[in-house]
Nanobody, 119 residues
Framework: QVQLVESGGGLVQAGGSLRLSCAAS????????MGWFRRSPGKGREHVAT????????NYADSVKGRFTISRDNAKNTVYLQMNSLKPEDTAIYYC????????????WGQGTQVTVSS
């Protein structure tokens, strides 16, 4: 399994931007699909975005399409989530996760980073 560490969370006003980073250990980072998920109070875990190992394929939750962008730098073993036009409802703990292929479950998870959007 790959070890994951998120960073970049914080407090931002509505309409602002944040970029989350997730650093991964290991030498086979490019073989993993990577995903971002979030969990907010009173809600279950929600998928936010996923990117394929090569970075050539992405998908997003409808709630973030057009505002969030997932990307990765395989040379740096890092995946990013650029979040623009943030809304108070984006407030959550954001987690990155890894899976070995498009139909495999996400088995490796980071510890999470808090994002708080004030109105």
């Amino acid at each position: 399994q790959v070890q994951l560490v998120e960073s970049g969370g914080g407090l931002v006003q509505a309409g602002g931007s944040l970029r989350l980073s997730c650093a991964a250990s290991g030498r086979t980072f490019s073989s993993y699909d990577m995903g971002w998920f979030r969990r907010s109070p009173g809600k279950g875990r929600e998928h936010v975005a996923t990117i394929s190992g090569s970075g050539g394929s992405t998908n997003y939750a409808d709630s973030v399409k057009g505002r969030f962008t997932i990307s990765r730098d395989n040379a740096k073993n890092t995946v990013y989530l650029q979040m623009n036009s943030l809304k108070p409802e984006d407030t959550a703990i954001y987690y990155c996760a890894a899976r070995v292929g498009p139909i495999a479950p996400f088995r490796s998870w980071g510890q999470g980073t808090q994002v708080t959007v004030s109105s």
